[in-house]
């Protein structure tokens, strides 16, 4: 198995099972969505009006919480060290942890969220609309968020520092994804599902460079 | 030109040339505002077109700190030059004032002209983004204890956020919400009679000037802490 391979294995693995980040995630999201109508009031129309921006912000902020482990975790006890000896380079490990992140965080938010739309009463139109743009945006959280915590990994308590740092980074992802879900409610296509593909086409091949370059000068002591 | 940017040839340079900066930027300030409130109040907006005065100019002043940001950046990352660091470091909270500055002037501007202080305009929005970048930015800087790997990791930062610059430049034109379009620098001219330009170009320099004085001042500061700091560590580049 390749040492790409391994590492991608590992943190599925870590993410997986106990105290792993995935099903606390996906508790998290589940959380978020089901407070707010009891905040907001259930009427089933405001729900079906704010829907599509509810399933957003709550996929990016249980994207956020998770985040600090990308790194962090690995960086405290020595295995991020160990992982920049490996024959992999530290771009490969880049890529393979923003793999494995969002294969435990952004895919089971995906798959999750149609149940979650049914409670907030999201018009059967927009099903597809919002699987799909979860499917290209949520990629792109990971990438960016790879980024900011690789930069951050050094910080003790780096926890509140991130959201500062990556919001403002992944608004046009926010914009775009949850403006594709609302304008597909009235059947229309604005164009923003190819502003979210080309977003993630660019973040997704340049994050683990960046991300690497950030973790060398963390690394380097 | 980095053989004359160390930060001892920069404070022997900076320390004469710091007077007549601030000279310039005071002389500057005099004659924009005096023009300012010297222009005829427009037919439509009555006196409150005098706010595009103070408001513009440091919404550009605000974007050219960024800009000015990500190159110092850029060659801090590049050729490791602790000035560059110094000088990308100071210019954020003075780009962060100016973008606060613009936000309050512009909101106190729509509330009377468009009935409203705030709107979820493309502009709008992309500049309240630009503020959040300062502060993610600054926040960054002040979380790493250790200098220069907090100028790199900030620098990156930096690096990334530049794409939210063109965001804000075309957000006008790609999304024609409530922020009026681009009326200076067009193609055809400006849409502004000269007795607000001239005001308008004067105070911008007066922003840009007031900016750079700024920054010199603040430069200064932070080197002359450096030194103190090291001198009070006993440490070899001491004096």
């Known amino acids: ?221 | 030109m980095f053989a004359y940017a160390n930060p001892k040839r920069f404070m022997e340079v900076s320390a004469p040339l710091l007077p007549w900066l601030a000279g310039a930027t005071a002389v500057a300030f005099a004659a924009g505002l005096y023009l300012s409130v010297a222009a005829p109040p427009d037919y439509q907006q009555g006196d409150t077109v005098r706010i595009m005065f103070i408001h513009v100019p440091a919404a550009w002043v605000a974007m050219m700190a960024y800009g000015f940001l990500a190159l110092a950046s850029l060659i801090g990352l590049i050729n490791r030059h602790p000035l560059a660091d110094v000088a990308a470091k100071q210019a954020a909270p003075l780009g962060a004032l100016f973008t606060a500055l613009a936000l309050i002037t512009g909101s106190l501007w729509g509330r009377p002209m468009w009935g409203t202080y705030w709107e979820w305009d493309g502009r709008l929005t992309s500049f309240l983004l630009l503020f959040f970048l300062y502060l993610g930015y600054i926040a960054l800087w002040n979380a790493i204890e250790n200098e220069t790997r907090a100028a790199r990791a900030a620098a990156i930062l930096a690096l990334v956020g530049v794409v939210n610059l063109p965001i804000i430049q075309f957000s006008v034109q790609w999304w024609t919400t409530l922020h009026q379009g681009e009326s200076i620098l067009r193609r055809g001219g400006p849409l502004i009679a000269a007795v607000y330009l001239w005001p308008l170009f004067i105070m911008a320099a007066g922003y840009t000037l007031l900016f750079f004085t700024l920054l010199m001042v603040r430069m200064r500061t932070e080197i002359l802490q450096r030194r103190a700091r090291t001198l009070a560590m006993g440490g070899p580049n001491a004096g």
Do not use: C
């Open chain 1, 1 to 221: 198995m390749s040492a790409f391979a391994a590492l991608l294995a590992r943190d599925i693995r870590l993410a997986a099972r106990a105290g792993g980040s995935a099903m606390l995630a996906l508790g998290f999201f589940a959380a978020v969505v089901t407070l707010l109508p009891l905040g907001i009031g259930s009427e089933a129309r405001l729900l079906a009006s704010i829907a599509a921006g509810v399933l957003w912000i709550a996929a990016v902020l249980a994207n956020l919480l998770t985040l600090d482990r990308l790194f962090q975790a690995d960086y405290e006890d020595g295995s991020l060290d160990l992982f920049a000896l490996s024959p992999l380079s530290l771009e490969g490990i880049a890529g393979a942890k923003i793999m494995a992140h969002w294969l435990t965080t952004g895919l089971p938010l995906t798959i999750l969220s149609p149940l979650l739309a049914v409670l907030l009463h999201l018009p059967a139109a927009a099903y597809p609309a919002l699987l799909v743009s979860l499917l290209t945006g949520t990629p792109a959280i990971s990438a960016i968020g790879a980024v900011a915590t690789a930069l951050t990994v050094t910080v003790r308590r780096g926890g509140l520092l991130l959201p500062l740092i990556v919001l403002p980074l992944l608004t046009p992802v926010v914009i775009f994804g949850a403006g594709t879900v609302l304008a597909s409610i009235d059947g229309l296509q604005n164009g923003g599902i190819w502003f979210l593909a080309a977003f993630a086409g660019v973040t997704l091949p340049l994050s683990p460079f960046v991300a690497a370059a950030a973790l060398r000068l963390n690394l380097s002591e």
